[in-house]
């Protein structure tokens, strides 16, 4: 598998390549807006990795597009990204947590409590993506447009959290629980440790924009999902980071 900085210099030097050649037909912008990721479970995964739901959190780019022919353009951006997830409610446990509370010997594999836990992830990514604007009218202003590509990530901060107290039980329906002792398992901390810092995967978005003479405003939507397996140790989980995103943005046309 390809490192994060070896896909950071294919994207670079393929970028810079077709710059070079076009570098008359470009424009040149920002964008920004809100992030709604959560952590989808991969193939094979346990209990440990399901149950995620979405969080929010802000996403911005720096953008270049570069007109290829036509309607065409190769697309390609510096973006922060938020990503991660929410589970609230009974989760799963790795027994291992607790192996103090049975006898040696013992083979429970998982044991079950209800709080909340949080995991908040910032990325630095690089999509590449292949760009079709179609005119809406026929002075050209209003354009609607899609786009779809590849990305290389790489983790910036990986944040976990947890709230809440229950008592630990071996099974899901609460009704055996290892020990009458209440655990309080409110905790912040980083976990970059845990998970893999590199990603890679897909990215795409549709948007309608309109274009002045020199500069065009837009708005769009879409999503990235990540190919890589995020925790190093599968008995953590094995989870893919994804996110729907919403953002607003400018070009300047040079």
């Not at 938020?82 to 594999?109: D, H, L, V, W």
């Not at 292949?130 to 050209?140: E, I, P, S, T, V």
């Not at 290892?178 to 948007?207: C, E, K, M, P």
């Amino acid at each position: 598998m390809l490192s994060i900085a070896k896909l950071f210099l294919f994207f670079l030097l393929f970028f810079l390549t077709v710059f070079s050649s076009h570098a008359q037909k470009f424009q040149m912008g920002l964008k920004g807006g809100l992030s709604l990721p959560d952590l989808s479970s991969g193939a094979g995964a346990s209990d440990v990795s399901k149950g995620y739901q979405t969080i929010s959190g802000p996403d911005f780019a720096w953008v270049v597009d570069m007109k290829l022919s036509g309607k065409f353009f190769l697309e390609a951006a510096v973006e922060w990204s938020t990503q991660g997830g929410k589970k609230t409610g009974i989760q799963t446990i790795p027994a291992s947590e607790f192996a103090g509370f049975f006898p040696p010997g013992s083979n429970i594999q998982y044991v079950y409590a209800n709080f909340t836990s949080t995991v908040r992830l910032q990325y630095l990514m690089l999509p590449v993506l292949m760009r079709y604007n179609m005119d809406l009218d026929m002075a050209g202003h209003w354009k609607l447009y899609m786009d779809g590509g590849i990305f290389g990530g790489y983790m910036l901060t990986g944040k976990g959290s947890a709230s809440g107290s229950s008592k630990v039980y071996k099974d899901k329906e609460e009704t055996e629980p290892i020990s009458s002792t209440i655990v309080t398992f409110d905790s912040a901390g980083d976990i970059r440790n845990q998970l893999h810092r590199g990603n890679f995967g897909i990215d795409g978005n549709i948007g309608v924009q309109f274009q002045f003479n020199s500069m065009a405003i837009f708005a769009e939507g879409g999503g990235n999902y990540g190919f890589i397996n995020l925790q190093k140790n599968s008995e953590n989980g094995i989870n893919h980071t994804g996110s729907f995103i919403f953002r607003i943005g400018f070009f300047l046309r040079y």
